[in-house]
T-cell receptor
């Protein structure tokens, strides 16, 4: 019940295409859902995040879509660029704590 | 603003040896986290400090792992004795602790441990 399931494990997209990464959770106590981006040899860095009281959040080319009833959320990267090639992790936190539960990660490669 | 600092960046040891990792969080951040990231997996929380007190160490293998946060600032994570399955990247993160679950966690570059 504490897991966050992430798919796909890896993704290859052409430059200019749309990258879509999906996550699902079971625990309804989760109340904050961040996405982290990690480049090789670096620590994860916050990319974008959403609360369950909104269905969509957009920041530049990055959009989170959130479906509370289905307990699913996804990251959309529009106009994907080679510089977006990285590993992406979804995460969830429990209400009232700072504890993050991370998904297993998606390795994205954007072809030039 | 300086980021989270970790050292060393890489460490290779033989099984049954001991190893220690150091973390210096962002100045003013009250909460410090140690995560273990095994290749191909997401980070897994090992221990969480609020100032110099432990908030959550439920996933820390306490028979071999220990951690301390001196004076509520720097922290050290130790493994003694190391096992092959401890090979991973050890990430340190910190956050301001505003009391909201939206508190952003800032990660350091990690220490890559290889146990032979």
């Amino acid at each position: 019940q504490q897991q966050v399931k992430q798919s796909p494990q890896s993704l290859i997209v052409q430059k200019g295409g749309i990258s879509i990464i999906n996550c699902a959770y079971e625990n309804t106590a989760f109340d904050y859902f961040p996405w982290y981006q990690q480049f090789p040899g670096k620590g994860p860095a916050l990319l974008i995040a959403i609360r369950p009281d909104v269905s969509e959040k957009k920041e530049g080319r990055f959009t989170i879509s959130f479906n509370k009833s289905a307990k699913q959320f996804s990251l959309h990267i529009m106009d994907s660029q080679p510089g977006d090639s990285a590993t992406y992790f979804c995460a969830a936190t429990y209400r009232g704590t700072y504890k993050y539960i991370f998904g297993t990660g998606t390795r994205l490669k954007v072809l030039a | 603003e300086a980021g989270v600092a970790q050292s060393p960046r890489y460490k290779i040891i033989e099984k049954r040896q001991s190893v220690a990792f150091w973390c210096n969080p962002i100045s003013g951040h009250a909460t410090l986290y140690w995560y273990q990231q095994i290749l191909g997996q997401g980070p897994k929380l090992l221990i969480q400090f609020q100032n110099n007190g432990v908030v959550d160490d439920s996933q820390l293998p306490k028979d071999r792992f220990s951690a301390e946060r001196l004076k509520g600032v720097d922290s050290t994570l130790k493994i003694q004795p190391a096992k092959l399955e401890d090979s991973a990247v050890y990430l340190c993160a910190s956050s301001r602790s505003t009391g909201l679950s939206t508190d952003t966690q800032y990660f350091g570059p990690g220490t890559r441990l290889t146990v032979l």
